[in-house]
């Protein structure tokens, strides 16, 4: 399966601020996601990163707090904007192709 | 909402042990089933997918059954490289319109013990 970085591996960031995680994909996939992760619990998705058009957000997540790019079959962004010390937590970066979906590394934000 | 239900664990080992996780989903229209495997601060891997008729690779053995909207992944002869936490994943879609997304269980935890 294609090999996914993602960019910073962790921060620590002050409420009130906007942290924004890179997500590389070694090849082109169909799909592109962000989930989080948070202590102690399973993933949760955040949104279908759609490649030229908006991102497509679960139940509970918007975009102007989790705005997202996907320029490319790639690349995607995932920008954390006006953190709060609940948005602590995993981001991870996921794509699938085929019947298959794997992961990234994974963000680990700290907000204090 | 859909969910899966997974056994709470934690699940303490011996090496050599025969260890089973059972996994129940919400979701009668859901497509297709996996085992993934979660390392401690890592991402989670794919161990395995489930087909209904069974699937066995190596150690691991996974079951399906749709009637029952249940899923079970069996390893034999635990290794402590097997210690980590599992997760049951289903493939499916809300509606009938809506695309096809992972529901994640909350994992179960094993630990292999020399």
């Known amino acids: 399966s294609a090999v996914i970085s993602q960019k910073p591996s962790r921060d620590i960031c002050q409420r009130g601020t906007s942290l924004t995680i890179q997500c590389q994909v070694d090849?082109?996939?169909?799909?592109m996601f962000w989930y989080r992760q948070q202590p102690g619990q399973s993933l949760t998705l955040i949104a279908t990163?759609?490649?030229?058009?908006?991102?497509?957000?679960e139940s509970g997540f918007v975009i102007d707090k989790f705005p997202i790019s996907r320029p490319n079959l790639t690349f995607s962004t995932l920008t954390v904007s006006n953190m709060s010390p609940e948005d602590s937590s995993i981001y991870l970066c996921?794509?699938?192709?085929?019947?298959?979906?794997?992961f990234g590394p994974g963000t680990r934000l700290t907000v204090l | 909402r859909k969910e899966v239900e997974q056994d709470p664990g934690p699940f303490n080992v011996p090496e050599g042990a025969t260890v089973a996780f059972n996994c129940t989903y919400s979701?009668?229209?859901?497509?297709?089933f996996f085992w993934y495997r979660q390392d401690c601060r890592k991402e989670p891997k794919l161990l395995m997918s489930?087909?209904?008729s069974g699937n066995e690779d190596g150690r691991f053995t996974a079951q399906l059954n749709r009637a029952s909207q249940y899923i079970s992944l069996l390893i034999r002869d635990s290794k402590l490289s097997d210690s980590a936490t599992y997760l049951c994943?289903?493939?499916?879609?809300?509606?009938?319109?809506?695309?096809?997304?992972?529901?994640f269980g909350k994992g179960t935890k094993l630990s292999v013990i020399p």
């Open positions: 996921s794509g699938r192709e085929y019947n298959e979906q794997f």
């Open positions: 090849s082109q996939v169909t799909m």
């Open positions: 990163a759609n490649q030229g058009s908006e991102a497509t957000y």
């Open positions: 979701n009668s229209a859901s497509q297709s």
């Open positions: 489930v087909y209904s």
């Open positions: 994943v289903v493939l499916g879609r809300d509606s009938g319109a809506g695309s096809y997304q992972l529901t």
